[in-house]
């Protein structure tokens, strides 16, 4: 049960939390333009990174609201959570997360 | 009969409470303080179990949780048996029984020891290379001997009465072992205010020491009262929970630690209503592992005879229990530390021979141990011991510094044989938390590194064994620990001092003269893996320890491989030529000793195994005797059956009252969602497939709403309420999927709308009264609403009050009759269906169920999502293409609704079937295929969706998805059922008044 | 290849067994071969078998990163069933299931596949139906799968609790030629088989890089231990599979996610056949050697740490002492996790991919054990005639494009 | 024709040492920007703060901070009328939703020095003073249902929820209640 740093309630427990796959996907302004494959690759392509990725939650059990967080997926340590709209704070991606 | 080995004084034990017990039957006695493991010793009892494989007796080899040997089932009463348990942590409690496993037809006379005569032919892995001819016998012959020879103790057969708990627990220091480190750091961390946890798996605090002959001695200056102090101390300080009978067994993620409490199982009459164990779930700051370290065992021919047991637990069984194990006992070590073994069995009267492998033994114990007249024999090894179901004698052989034999080997008789292999640091915690090991060659250990958690190592878990120089290690670790949660740390307490070597020995086997590999020189116990299967595993390319461990199934046992880790890796290493650090360890996995399922089940159980959810309006159907489905976690009423009615007949009977008269049906379950803001209609353009800009204040439409992929994700009702407010009704499965996804787009995709979202699904209870009489029957209750056709028309929605309680009143009709859906304040829910039942008695009202209600939107061809669709189904598929609204540039799924698949003519299409019989109702999922004499694979072109029997149109309808269906109408196609093809004919989905007259009355 | 048979372990008892030889080389790399698979899995060993036996390709080499059968062939339910919905899927589950039936004696190696039955619960009206659509599919596709009625159900598996618990079971759909297997032994069996047919079999070798030559085809890797050429290469690396095709610029809609299972202290033989339960989240059976095996659903997050929370273990034995209430004082012995690489429409991907002569099996997610010789097969045929098999041939990247989904799950998880 | 708008039946709620019913009372759901909720909660005559995880009370009326832009507005049942009336009027023109959500959750109060112990047995909430103080609530789980968690005093918490959860949730601590009081 991960422990995750909600960005308006602070950390609470992975209970409270969804998991809302990768972050930065944003859906594309004008789908009419959009190839068969562009929008195949909004629904479906994942980067699935091992290592530090972005990935979005939702405080569902909490304030409810979406936010993203940088998680190494091979320690599952979280080196930052931000709000919805904020780029990512930056992080070297090969800065091992330490607790 | 008395107990023959117990010593006349000293142990932990209450000697005035004498405690009855039964092993096997056999009434016995021990004292209060007592393990079932000392108790049996007390009584002379060596043999205890069989092992695994080739049933050969076993006897006690340790006095821990790393028991590899005492397994036994522990019986209360018939619902209350519980396998596999240590002997060594069962407490003993009057009137105890204990029954030995895995043996037939006794413990003494087993007729599974054939398995030891077979043993050359049945080495590790043989059953990989046999069983395989003829084919079918694996099934019919080698498979159940096999099963019914493997497992240990009996699977309990009654459900289990007992209850379990769980609790979540936080805290700035959890202390993992009250040893000396353990002790020391709990006393630290509290002494600078912070909150701590203590935990131990014994019934007692002192870990290691309570096996000294006088705990605290070796502690250091005034060690015995700093002893009685700390432990006082901290069962006095508000701020520290100390859990002993408490095993730490994971260790999760974010330092989120498991433990398991054993409440009850040392008690004789446990109260029922108490748990018998509860599962906490710890978050710690910081955490401080003391998890001590177990003795390694000696690997020689015949190590596994009852009676060779671990020298410190024979000191333990004396100084804790007082319990003299043998009279004439052979120490064979390779370690200093065993010597204090030999010397305690000395004072309590017993012969000891010593037999040290080393070239010399000249430690300070070993020259105590001479000075006290023991003989020490030095660079000698083991070659082989006698006596079948007890130790009688061990024959020793003097080697040359090559290995060779000097002079002959000599044969000592004894009755008590104690190894000592040194000591291997309990890492298995700190290796859960991702913590690396490194391997120390001066302790022959593997020693914790760095580790990703925030969690710190002190005492003998980390290779510093002395008790007094553990305490100090401890109180650093916990000053370091209390100081990173913002506790001020009084005392000044330095770096945690660097580990230095102590001359430990080497694991692995003891040398044999001549160097062949001895027969039955066990390595792991319970599951019978000898030195020679670990060669034969090497030898046939199981190089990799992971390898070897799977092939031999070393360490794969209930302990787990805590006494035969090391060994196995050390003989491997040696096998492969490598060093010990460069073959590895095995993964360390949760749990560290077995947890019981029920407690992680905790209160998740029966009634509360999930919530059951009922409507206001519950009460009064279940008064009725309706049966009830579930649907998600709700109960909802599936019919009203009177006086004895089938399923069958109560729909026919609801559905007729409903087509002529009128019905009630409970619909409080739909989802709900007030969508109010002033950009609400762009919103649900942007997400729906329909168009809502023209849908005006008071009316209402029929939503459709898909996802990003183009199919079918939820439906339902939509009413403007407001210009800015919108009723959006969901089904109940979606209520809260359609919720998520809605405040997704909100919060990420679509942030600059004036827009939010609130639940009402529970606000609003929802009768629906449907039938052509519907409306007579409210004209009595309403008041503020108009009901006739022009001011509220069908899909139409106003506010009122009925019987004086506010109400929002739909015109919807999902049975295609003249249709209300009466909204109210959910604690009226109840009044009001009363009130309507009362008023409708004349017109005869009736309730009915989901079931009925299937039937009759089935008769008007409307689909349900979840059954008529199955998340492939696209609007066009299910005939409902008229519902998207045509300009619209985008909306949710529009732009995945133009893929090529999209338009395929081959895409399954909702249409309506009817069995040439009109009385045979197909079964819902039954496949389609267009020619009756198509034999499997026959690729189907289709299944039945919805099937029902229609009271109404006096014969059977189905929904079906076929492909290319609308273009088949008329068409003949066939359901293959296991006793022949049935013809069917393919319709328009809507079978009861097309044009749907009946919902203007 | 010794042979292995009854008479072969008294033989060799005689002198001590130690007449056995190793069941695979440890080979070096060679500079070149014809084909080599990325991932020593059973899948990967199993291609390499079947590239060998069945299509003539002899420079073979598995590249494994660790050990021989170390990922998710060595951390699985064991559960092999062929009852899937769609017809694309129950032809190719009952691909395997058929080279199930005689892999012991093909590969000569007792792989311990036991045709014990699994019995798929229905515990809601709409479960009834989702299960009675899969008995009637399969039948439709020649896969065996029956309705049983709680009784029935009983009768087979005498312990299941079916009335007054919080969902009462309302049926079940049972497929007997369903059953289980000794994991470790598929892994081993095909690389013993596929050594003996001169396939290389290299452990310890990470694959750190894909080559491709000026025309953009693959020819080779770059990895721990040189660079091994080849023009054809098979990627069969289950949850790193988007780690090793990112190596050549293929990007695949997969997530890999902690998939943990776990086993009871072994117990004297009490269950008959394998039970899963979808509604409540929950599968198991009791190995040869007596362990209950258990499963468990996967972790809310992706990760590569091959655990889980503790929540998620607690959640599948809620629901196991719900339908086994005599099993609450069973003690879990030892908890463990793999990584599953999820497909969106839980569907998996055995095919050519845009770079020419690289192939790829992937897309498993909690499904992969029961496929093994099948998918092995498959991904051999595709690789031998760069052309996918007819089983295989809807299974494609590029059906997420066109819309073309093969939805396993979605079918299940709606509940109206 | 009855007048039914006395006639409430709330849920069944199991009886257990620590836990009590509340009466039901006005809950509004309120939803919009800070300025919108400043506003409202000066109509209410409650002190407005933007802290998350805070609620305000004053003279049987409270304002529960639930998320950045989500306040439950609590009051008694028969204000609702002139509650209702008061915000309306208050954020006439203004960018907001206001529900009426009085129906849809019932309250529990949880009291007495293990308050905080008893709800450990479903929420993973660390509930000591230091780290839960007095006034602080949340939305939060307690064991598989989702509660408003608001601690009103030392050793006094109350519990928000909805209607359908609210015998699980009384049955699962009168449960866990019985090892405590033992």
């Known amino acids: 049960m991960l422990l995750i740093n909600c960005p308006y309630c602070g950390e609470r427990p992975e209970l409270e939390f969804v998991h809302g796959g990768q972050a930065h996907i944003a859906r594309p302004g004008n789908p009419a333009e959009c190839s068969d494959q562009q929008w195949a690759d909004y629904l479906y392509r994942r980067d699935n990174i091992k290592g530090v990725h972005a990935e979005r939650w939702r405080h569902t059990h909490g304030c409810g609201r979406f936010f993203n967080a940088l998680r190494d997926t091979t320690s599952d340590l979280f080196l930052a959570t931000y709000k919805v709209g904020e780029r990512p704070p930056a992080q070297s991606q090969q800065k091992r997360a330490t607790a | 009969m008395s107990q023959g080995l117990r010593t006349s004084s000293g142990g932990r034990i209450n000697r005035a409470r004498a405690v009855r017990f039964t092993f096997d039957g056999r009434e016995l006695s021990g004292f209060e303080g007592d393990t079932l493991a000392s108790a049996l010793l ?147 961390a509290a002494a600078s205010g912070a909150r701590v946890i203590l935990c131990d798996e014994q019934p007692e605090l002192g870990g290691s020491l309570l096996g000294e002959a006088d705990p605290g001695a070796s502690l250091g200056e005034n060690g015995r009262d700093w002893l009685t102090g700390t432990i006082r101390a901290l069962l006095a300080n508000p701020r520290v929970t100390v859990l002993t009978r408490t095993t730490a067994f994971g260790y999760f993620p974010h330092n989120l630690i498991g433990l398991e409490q054993r409440l009850s199982e040392h008690l004789a009459q446990p109260d029922p209503r108490q748990p018998r164990e509860r599962q906490w779930q710890v978050r710690a700051r910081q955490v401080v592992l003391a998890t001590g370290a177990i003795e390694r065992p000696l690997v020689f021919p015949g190590n596994d005879r009852p009676g060779v047991m671990l020298a410190g637990a024979v000191r333990t069984y004396l100084n ?391 199919f079918i994700y939820d439906d339902g009702v939509v009413a403007r309420i407001a210009e800015d407010r919108f009723h959006v009704t969901t089904t109940t499965g979606g209520a809260a999927r359609v919720l998520a996804m809605m405040e997704d787009f909100l919060q990420t995709e679509w942030p600059d709308l004036s827009v939010w979202l609130t639940s009402t699904s529970e606000q609003w209870s929802v009768i629906a009264l449907q039938g052509p009489r519907a409306r007579q029957v409210l004209e009595g209750l309403v008041e503020g609403v108009d009901l006739s056709s022009t001011a509220l028309p069908h899909m139409g929605v106003a506010p009122g009050k009925i019987c004086g309680v506010p109400m929002r009143l739909f015109r919807v009709s999902f049975t295609g009759e003249l249709g209300f859906e009466i909204n109210v304040p959910a604690d009226y829910g109840l009044a009001v269906w009363e009130a309507i039942h009362a008023a409708g008695e004349p017109h005869g009202i009736t ?3 989901t079931e009925s209600m299937h039937v009759l939107r089935a008769e008007k061809g409307f689909i349900i999502v979840g059954q008529d669709t199955d998340g492939t189904v696209t609007p066009d598929d299910a005939g409902l293409a008229w519902a998207i609204g045509k300009q619209k540039p985008d909306f949710v799924g529009k732009r995945a609704l133009e893929r090529p698949a999209m338009h395929s003519p081959e895409r399954k299409q909702l249409v309506g079937l009817l069995t040439a019989q009109p009385h045979v109702v197909l079964m819902e999922g039954a496949q389609i295929v267009a020619d009756a004499r198509a034999i499997p694979p026959s690729r189907p ?49 809507v079978f009861y008044d097309p044009k749907g007259s009946r919902l203007d009355a | 290849m010794q042979r292995f048979s009854g008479l072969s372990l008294i033989r060799r008892g005689l002198t001590g067994q130690r007449g056995w030889q190793p069941q695979w080389r440890q080979a070096e790399p060679k500079a070149a071969y014809d084909a080599i698979i990325v991932g020593g899995g059973g899948h990967g060993l199993g291609a390499a078998f079947y590239l060998a036996k069945e299509h003539g390709l002899t420079r073979v080499a598995v590249v494994e990163k660790g050990w021989i059968g170390g990922g998710n062939t060595g951390r699985n339910t064991t559960i092999i069933r062929s009852n899937y919905l769609f017809d694309e899927s129950a032809a190719l589950y009952d691909h395997s299931v058929q080279l199930w039936e005689t892999l012991s004696q093909v590969l000569n190696y007792n792989v311990m596949f036991s045709q014990r039955g699994v019995m798929m619960l229905a515990h809601t009206v709409h479960d009834v139906q989702v299960s009675q659509r899969h008995v009637h599919a399969n039948r439709a596709n020649g896969v065996d799968n029956e309705w049983l009625t709680p009784e029935e159900a009983r009768a087979i598996c005498p312990l299941l609790q079916t009335d007054d618990i919080r969902y009462p079971v309302l049926g079940a759909a049972f497929q007997r030629r369903g059953g289980t297997a000794r994991h470790d032994a598929v892994a081993w069996g095909f690389a013993r088989a596929a050594d003996a047919l001169g396939v290389d079999i290299i452990e310890n070798c990470e694959v750190l890089g894909i080559r491709r030559d000026s025309h953009g085809a693959a020819c080779g890797i770059e990895t721990t231990r040189g660079f091994i050429g080849a023009p054809k290469i098979g990627v069969s690396a289950a949850g790193h599979s988007s780690v090793i095709m990112k190596m050549a610029g293929v990007e695949l809609p997969i997530e890999s996610y902690p998939l943990q299972a776990l086993v009871s202290e072994p117990v004297k033989p009490i269950f008959p056949c394998v039970v899963m339960s979808n509604t409540i989240h929950a599968y198991i059976s009791q190995s040869d050697k007596g362990e209950m095996v258990i499963g468990a659903g996967t972790d809310a997050y992706t990760s590569y740490t091959q655990r889980g929370g503790l929540h998620i273990s607690r959640h599948a034995l809620e629901a196991i002492c719900e339908l086994f209430p005599m099993f609450r004082r069973l003690r879990m012995l030892r908890n463990w996790g793999g990584i599953v690489d999820v497909t969106p429409d839980r569907s998996p991907i055995i095919a050519k991919t845009p770079v020419p002569g690289l192939y790829v099996n992937c897309g498993w997610g909690t499904g992969g054990f029961k496929a093994t010789p099948g998918a092995a097969h498959l991904l051999a045929w595709t690789i031998a005639h760069d052309a996918p098999h007819p089983i295989n041939a809807p299974f494609t990247i590029e059906r997420f494009r066109d819309g073309n989904l093969i939805d396993e799950a979605a079918a299940a998880a709606v509940a109206h | ?132 103080p007095v006034d602080m609530c949340t939305r939060t789980v307690l064991a598989k249902a989702e509660v408003v968690l608001w601690r009103t005093a030392e050793r006094s918490f109350h519990l928000e929820v909805w209607r359908s959860f609210v015998p699980y949730v009384s049955k699962v601590l009168s449960l866990a209640a019985r090892e405590l009081t033992a």
């Open chain 4, 1 to 132: 024709m009855r007048d039914l708008s006395a006639a409430r039946q709330g849920p069944y709620i199991a009886a257990s040492p620590l836990v009590r019913p509340l009466p039901p009372a006005t809950r509004l759901l309120l939803r919009g920007d800070p300025d919108v909720m400043a506003t409202a909660l000066g109509a209410l005559g409650l002190q407005f703060a933007e802290t998350a995880c805070r609620a305000v009370s004053a003279s049987g009326r409270a304002a529960l901070w639930l998320g950045p832009d989500e306040r439950l507005l609590l009051g008694p049942q028969a204000e609702f009328p002139a509650l209702s009336e008061l915000l309306r009027t208050a954020l006439a023109g203004r960018a907001h939703s206001l529900v009426d959500v009085s129906h849809r959750q019932c309250a529990l109060e949880v009291s007495g020095p293990q308050a905080g112990l008893l709800l450990n047995c479903g929420c993973p909430l660390d509930l000591d003073p230091a780290a839960f």
């Open chain 2, 320 to 710: 804790r229990y007082g319990v003299l194990a043998g009279r004439r006992a052979v120490l064979v070590t390779t370690h200093d530390e065993a010597y204090r073994s030999a010397l305690d069995l000395r004072r309590a009267g017993a012969a000891v021979t010593i037999v040290d492998a080393r070239e010399s033994a000249s430690g300070e114990l070993a020259e105590v141990a001479r000075t006290a007249g023991l003989t020490v024999h030095t660079g000698t090894t083991v070659i082989g011991t006698h006596g079948r179901l007890r130790v009688k004698s061990v024959r020793i052989q003097r080697l040359d510094a090559q290995g060779r034999a000097q002079g002959a080997p000599e044969r000592i008789d004894c009755d008590l044989v104690l190894m000592s292999g040194g000591y291997t640091p309990s890492v298995h915690l700190f290796s859960q938390s991702r913590g690396k090991v490194a391997w120390s060659e001066a302790l022959q250990a593997f020693l914790p590194g760095e580790s990703p958690e925030k969690v710190r190592c002190a005492g003998a878990c980390r290779g510093v064994f002395s008790a007094a120089a553990a305490r100090r290690d401890g109180e650093s670790a916990a000053a370091l620990a209390a100081r990173d949660c913002g506790h001020a740390v009084n005392i000044a307490i330095g770096e945690p001092q660097p580990v230095q070597g102590a001359g430990a020995a080497a694991p692995g086997d003891l040398p044999q003269p001549g160097g062949n590999p001895p027969a039955k020189a066990f390595v792991d116990w319970q599951n019978d893996v000898t030195s020679r299967d670990l060669l034969l595993a090497a030898r046939e390319g199981f190089r990799s320890i992971e390898h070897v461990k799977r092939y031999t199934t070393t360490g794969m046992a209930t302990d787990q491989g805590k006494t035969s880790n090391l060994n196995a890796l050390a003989i491997v290493a040696r096998q492969l030529g490598k060093s010990i650090p460069e073959v590895g360890l095995t993964t360390f996995r949760m749990p560290y000793t077995p947890v019981t399922f029920g407690s992680f089940a905790g209160y998740t159980r029966g009634e509360l195994f999930d919530p059951i959810r009922t409507t206001p309006i519950h009460d009064w159907a279940a008064r009725q005797g309706a049966v009830f489905e579930d649907v998600g976690l709700w109960k909802r009423a599936r019919y009203f059956p009177r006086n004895g009615e089938s399923m069958h007949a109560a729909v026919a009977r609801e559905c007729e009252a409903v087509r002529r008269g009128c019905g009630l049906f409970d619909a409080s379950t739909l989802g709900k969602i007030e969508v109010v803001g002033k950009d609400a209609v762009t919103f649900m353009n942007r997400l729906y497939v329909n168009g809502w800009t023209n849908l005006a204040v008071g009316r209402c439409r029929y939503g459709i709403l898909l996802r990003d992929d183009g």
């Open chain 2, 42 to 188: 007390a009584n002379g009892v060596h043999l205890v179990g069989r092992s695994f494989k080739y049933h050969r007796p076993r006897g006690l080899l340790t006095a821990g949780a790393e028991e590899p040997n005492a397994l036994v089932a522990i019986r209360r009463d018939a619902a209350r048996v519980t396998p596999n348990l240590r002997a060594t942590e069962v407490e003993l409690y009057e009137g105890l029984e204990a029954h030995s496993q895995n043996r037939w037809p006794s413990l003494k006379f087993d007729a599974g020891a054939i398995n030891s005569l077979l043993s050359p032919f049945i080495p590790a892995g043989f059953y990989y290379k046999t069983f395989m001819w003829p084919r079918r016998a694996w099934h019919r012959l080698y498979e159940p001997r096999i099963r019914a020879a493997a497992g240990l103790g009996l699977a309990p057969e009654h459900p289990d009465p007992d209850s379990y708990s769980n609790r979540f627990a936080h805290c700035d220091v959890l202390v993992v072992g009250a040893g000396p480190a353990g002790l020391a750091a709990a006393q630290t």
């Open chain 2, 941 to 989: 072109i289709g299944h039945v969706t919805s099937s029902y029997y229609s009271a109404t149109l006096g014969r059977s309808i189905a929904l079906a998805l076929v492909r290319a269906g609308r273009s088949r109408m008329g068409q003949t196609l066939y359901v293959p059922m296991p006793d022949g093809a049935l013809a069917v004919q393919v319709t328009s989905p």
């Open chain 2, 847 to 849: 309730p009915y169920g």
